[in-house]
Antibody
Framework: VHLVESGGGLVQPGGSLRLSCAAS????????MTWVRQAPGKGLEWVAT????????YYVDSVKGRFTISRDNAENSLYLQMDSLRVEDTAVYYC????????WGQGTLVAVSS | EIVLTQSPGTLSLSPGERATLSCRAS???????LAWYQQAAGQAPRLLIY???SRATGIPDRFSGSGSGTDFTLTISRLEAEDFAVYYC?????????FGPGTKVDIK
């Protein structure tokens, strides 16, 4: 399992970012995929999960209506569109394979600050 | 929402000792959809146990998981140097797929 996140950076409150996760060394289209985040010095927080064909999506309440998880099975890629960002969204964002997160990327840092 | 509580918060042990970590759920976890992860300092987490008791590929047999319903346990039979880390449980049976707050295993 090889997962590489990208797209993180510094953004002002209210701004937007789109995270990407490039998957390889497994059959991407066969797996649910998940985003998990970790605020500095804090524990893990599940963010969102998407079914193999994109027909089911689940979100933590704190991001509902602001974040959108999506995928492109032809490109072996997972995405997280983050809008209306808040200071409390500051974290390292990881993509992971499956609902039981068997395989993780190295993470990408999102910093929301004015 | 299923709330997971992990205890103890910190476990101070010596290499070679046995570690017993607890994860308690606020309601029954469906189909034993409970996972354990290890996170070493500065690294991404890695899956140790899924389905409450199945070891992930490549995980040494000194790691074992048990439990069902609302009470789950991760046991490390004999601690090795690389096992000193933070351990999280997660339930993935019902959305939101919540994590516990973690147990830190440090060197005594």
């Amino acid at each position: 399992v090889h997962l590489v996140e990208s797209g993180g950076g510094l953004v002002q409150p209210g701004g937007s970012l789109r995270l990407s996760c490039a998957a390889s060394k497994f059959t991407f289209s066969a797996y649910w995929m998940t985003w998990v985040r970790q605020a500095p010095g804090k524990g893990l927080e599940w963010v969102a999960t998407i079914k193999q064909d994109g027909s089911e999506k689940y979100y933590v309440d704190s991001v509902k209506g602001r974040f959108t998880i999506s995928r492109d099975n032809a490109e072996n890629s997972l995405y997280l569109q983050m809008d209306s960002l808040r200071v409390e969204d500051t974290a390292v964002y990881y993509c992971a394979r499956g609902t039981s997160c068997n395989g993780w990327g190295q993470g990408t840092l999102v910093a929301v600050s004015s | 929402e299923i709330v997971l509580t992990q205890s103890p918060g910190t476990l101070s042990l010596s290499p070679g000792e046995r570690a017993t970590l607890s994860c308690r759920a606020s309601q029954s976890v469906s189909s034993s959809s409970l996972a354990w992860y290890q996170q070493a300092a500065g690294q991404a987490p890695r899956l140790l146990i899924y389905g409450a008791s199945s070891r992930a590929t490549g995980i040494p047999d000194r790691f074992s998981g048990s439990g069902s319903g609302t009470d789950f346990t991760l046991t490390i039979s004999r601690l090795e140097a690389e096992d000193f880390a933070v351990y999280y449980c997660q339930q993935y049976g019902n959305s939101p797929f919540t994590f516990g707050p973690g147990t830190k295993v440090d060197i005594k």
